[in-house]
């Protein structure tokens, strides 16, 4: 039997993706290609085509021996669903119950879900258990919050098994160096960072530091995409020995600020990395950590390359291989 990968294409789905081939796993990856790269597929069956196209479901259900979905397309980007809402309804909420429904039609009964600190919001207590309140903060984790509770219901009328994931801070790069982020436009931290450390970037723009933090920058916890793709090939394997569905928190336990994590990454790069203090950023937690002894206890995962410098490393050798990306001249 095999996996269907929506974005498949993307950043963790491609790290997920390859997981799943060095395992021996059969692969189709359902993409379209709109934030995905055809390039960081490294294997399997790549359907370029929409979740909410039922023709393009029906079609590999019925072509393919699925039994189980691993859902990552999704749009990302906590800023664009504030000015764009409807975009991320569209997208990942109706995006989410056509690929139910057509997992219902077709019989597939597990489905491993990719999701997010952001259905958290402001958190009551660190580290985060996943009991712990839910209350976005913005509409992207809004949405991720609405697909975890589709899913309880579908498996409610139609068992139909979830796990969903709920990530923190995803970086790094895979060990293989082919893989790595690639986001148009790039927001997150690290990528930011790195892009300076090689001079395609005059600064990093710190966002805050008046934060009630140690040295006023936001800390979050950095987990490598190579122990969250693991997660996934877990998850699959716990529904598939008749595991019961839950949700849970994936992060190492520990906290980086800003201002830590562009210190790491000037001694993994050796580069001097100009920083430039700005305002807040709406909407950022000051403190995100996770608590991830329900996913080490309940799937046996057990996250290995969690030293910041570690993580930071593997994306600089990505970043320094491919300056610009999938489209850049020295990729393969
Ligand atoms: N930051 C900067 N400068 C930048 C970019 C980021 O100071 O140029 C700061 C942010 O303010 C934040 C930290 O670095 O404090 C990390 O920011 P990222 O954008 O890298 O990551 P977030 O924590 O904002 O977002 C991540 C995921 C989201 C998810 C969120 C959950 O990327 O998808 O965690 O809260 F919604």
Redesign the pocket.
Known sequence: MGVLVTGGAGYIGSHTVASLLERGEEVVILDNLYQGHREAVLGGTLVEGDIRDTGVLDDIFTKHSIDAVIHFAAN?L?GESMSNPGKYYENNVYGTLSLLEAMNRHGVKKIVFSS???TYGEPERIPIEESDRTEPTNA??ETKLAMEKMMKWFEHAHDIKYVSLRYF?AAGAHESGKIGEDHNPE???IP?VLQTALGKRKH????GDDYSTADGT?I?DYIHVSDLADAHVLAVAHLRRGGTSGIYNLGNGQGFS?KEVIEAARKVTGREIPVQIEAR?AG?PAV?VASSKKAREELGWNPSRDRLEDIIESAWSWHQHHPDGYGGKDNK
């Open positions: 990302s906590v997010t600190a952001a992207y984790g801070n927001t997150h931290l930011l990093i723009s710190v966002f936001c979050r800003v950023r950022d995100l």
